[in-house]
């Protein structure tokens, strides 16, 4: 079986398939630093649905998520969206923990592991 790997540079790579799975780094709002914790949350959601995309995979396909918030009281604010995302009777397994993020303009951060092929 070969390791496909995509965005990948000298530290890490955003995405790695193998075996039947995608690992997902964990995506931050690199394109809404700084807003609310719903606006990076959808954000979040819309690089993951890239990075599922460019795998050859959806969402319906998502096994396994990790969220990791610097404030848990913004759990109900993610949940919103997330519930709003995730497609009816395809949520997958899921942990959320309050956590420091790499830098202080991340509010959420999200890793998942989906299925791919068949």
């Not at 997330?82 to 509010?107: F, H, I, N």
Request: hydrophobic share 45%; glycine share 6%.
């Amino acid at each position: 079986m070969q390791i496909r790997r995509y965005e990948t540079n000298s530290r890490m790579s955003q995405a790695v398939v193998y075996g039947g799975f995608a690992f997902l780094a964990g995506q931050v709002a690199v394109d809404a630093p700084n807003a609310s914790i719903a606006e990076q949350t959808r954000n979040v959601l819309e690089r993951i649905d890239g990075l599922l995309t460019k795998v050859g995979t959806t969402r319906s396909r998502i096994l396994s998520a990790t969220i990791w918030l610097t404030d848990i009281s913004t759990f109900d604010e993610i949940n919103a969206v997330w519930d709003a995302w995730v497609p009816a009777a395809s949520a997958p397994a899921r942990a959320t923990v309050e956590a420091r993020l790499a830098a202080p303009k991340y509010g959420v951060e999200i890793g998942i592991i989906a299925a791919v092929g068949d």
